[in-house]
């Protein structure tokens, strides 16, 4: 039987903007195609329109959708099971401490360098770009990671902020083929490199079991339990990332928070309100270096593989704005969630580093209330705070 994309006459153009549709609507659990067809283009169907009306139809309905607030109370929620992964030994050239790969001249950047030893991350969050990068099964580890450490050469007289979470995440591989040794040994040796472990985990155990070097950072991706049920599959709770930060802001490792992506979806407002709360009521502004921010980007590459896979997600049920290349949410919709968030945490303001990762210049002023003349301002602020706050900590000790 032909489905109703073939049956038609539909252009090239259409047929692949109709099949994009399709998948849309079996991803966001939406009815099918043939469900929704209405009998009435059946009873003209030797209307010389018709085409073209079944075509504005389809894009109609979706579009409605797409500027429909998301609500996850009835949306069927998948169990994913233990993923099973294979590990391999990869040579990589050079160490791969570079920039962080989505830095761009038209967003605010805060000049990250990335050092990775792990190629593939074991969850499985729906917007992640690192699907469209690596086998998702397959991790990679650089089996020269530790000789490489040792012979990176630093120039003494200047500050380094390094993160480890950006081709996988940090932690939940553990000192798996001594990574963490390599990582906390590099840390002792050189005392100007603020190390940050980005993690969705709670794999905290070997920072209890071993003494942690003051300049390194152990910052949590958090959102709402309804995006980590739904969207951040295979991921550690909220409760239990939260008590993982918890547990070492006790034997003082320095925490941060990630709030990337705020996703808009029926009151979303209240839900992230409640976790900003919360981290207020369990920390002190001491313990927390930083408290970032950002939101859903795509590039067409990561949208085409989420669309191949047809996951039940509603992450790119969102009416799409083209901002600096990519698609992402409009400028007033990101002013409400960043201002929100911002202002959630005013008793923290003079004394906790706060930031947008990746979003428009434009932003920083109504957010925050100052802006950044460049990229280079904004890493030396930032730099300053985080070792201020590494600063009072030794002094402490």
Not at 59 to 66: A, D, P
Not at 155 to 166: A, E, K, M, S
Not at 252 to 261: D, E, N, Q, S
Not at 341 to 349: E, G, K, V
Request: proline share 2%; glycine share 4%; hydrophobic share 35%.
């Amino acid at each position: 039987m032909l489905s109703i994309i073939e049956k038609y006459n539909f252009t090239f153009s259409q047929k692949n903007i109709l099949t994009n549709i399709k998948k849309d609507f079996i991803m966001w659990n939406e009815k099918s195609f043939e469900e929704i067809f209405p009998d009435f283009y059946l009873e003209n169907y030797k209307d010389k329109q018709l085409t073209k009306k079944i075509f504005d139809y389809y894009v109609s309905i979706h579009t409605t959708l797409k500027n429909k607030l998301n609500d996850y109370d009835d949306f069927k929620e998948v169990k994913y099971d233990v993923r099973k992964y294979s590990f391999s030994k990869i040579e990589k050239k050079g160490i791969g401490l570079g920039a962080c790969p989505v830095a761009s001249e038209g967003t605010r950047c805060c000049n990250l360098l990335t050092l990775d030893a792990v190629e593939s991350c074991g969850f499985d969050c729906s917007y992640c770009s690192i699907q469209s990068f690596y086998n998702q099964n397959k991790v990679g580890i650089d089996k020269d990671f530790k000789k490489k450490l040792e012979n990176l050469q630093l120039d003494p007289n200047q500050t380094y902020h390094i993160g480890t979470g950006q081709s996988s995440d940090s932690l939940m591989w553990g000192n798996r083929d001594g990574i963490l040794d390599s990582l906390f040994e590099f840390a002792r040796k050189n005392p100007n490199v603020i190390l940050e472990f980005k993690t969705k985990s709670h794999n905290i155990e070997y920072f209890l079991e071993n003494d942690v070097p003051s300049n390194i950072i152990c910052s949590w991706s958090l959102n709402t339990q309804t995006i980590i049920d739904n969207e951040e599959h295979l991921t550690a709770s909220l409760d239990k990332r939260i008590n993982a930060a918890r547990t070492l802001a006790d034997k003082g490792v320095l925490v941060g928070f990630h709030f990337h992506p705020i996703v808009q979806y029926k009151n979303y407002l209240d839900e992230y309100g409640e976790v900003y709360r919360r981290l207020q009521n369990e920390f002190t502004s001491d313990e927390v270096v930083f408290i970032s921010m950002g939101t859903l980007t795509f590039i067409k590459p990561v949208i085409k593989q989420l669309r191949q896979r047809e996951m039940k997600t509603k992450i790119l049920q969102m009416p799409f704005e083209t901002i600096n290349g990519k698609q992402s949410y409009s400028i007033e919709t990101k002013k409400e969630m960043f201002k929100h968030c911002y202002n959630s945490f005013n008793l923290w303001h003079e004394k906790v580093y706060f930031y947008m990762c990746m979003e428009a210049h434009s932003l920083w002023k109504d957010v925050f209330g100052y802006e950044y003349k460049n990229n280079d301002e904004m890493e030396s602020y930032m730099k300053s705070s985080y070792l201020g706050k590494i600063n009072n900590k030794l002094a402490k000790s």
